[in-house]
């Protein structure tokens, strides 16, 4: 037998979805304050990994049937759509990665002396990426 990978339990799921978005919330965090200076394109390949994860993440807690009526219920809230919720927050990662391919070069990292380096952007040629990861951060209560 494999190791199990899935979420069985919309209890899991819910759980396990909590958890990346107050991980990313912290991570977010991380990256405007260095966005307030210059990033490399190293940087930017780590900023992509982690939404590239994240996302994966947050679509499989989101994919697991019967979260959003115990999501209601764990939060005591008829109203509240997680559906909603992880749309927005999915939607708001995806535009900060697509910033990201759609703006760091491919060929901005090179290998010298055996060392990963990259390409530096100043916080003028990565404002917009900022303004994404806040309200990236702001899809996160």
Known sequence: MAFKTQLKTQRQALERAIDVARQQKS???NMDSALNGDITAVNALDYLANFNRVIAELQQ????PGIAG?????FDDPGYDVGVEFNT???ALTSCQDWLKNNIPSNSVSIVDGALTG????PAQTAEFKALVQAAMAAID
């Open 70 to 74: 115990y999501a209601q219920a764990q």
């Open 61 to 64: 807690s989101k994919n697991v």
């Open 27 to 29: 991570i977010l965090q």
């Open 119 to 122: 390409a530096t952007y100043t």
């Open 89 to 91: 927050l999915i939607a």
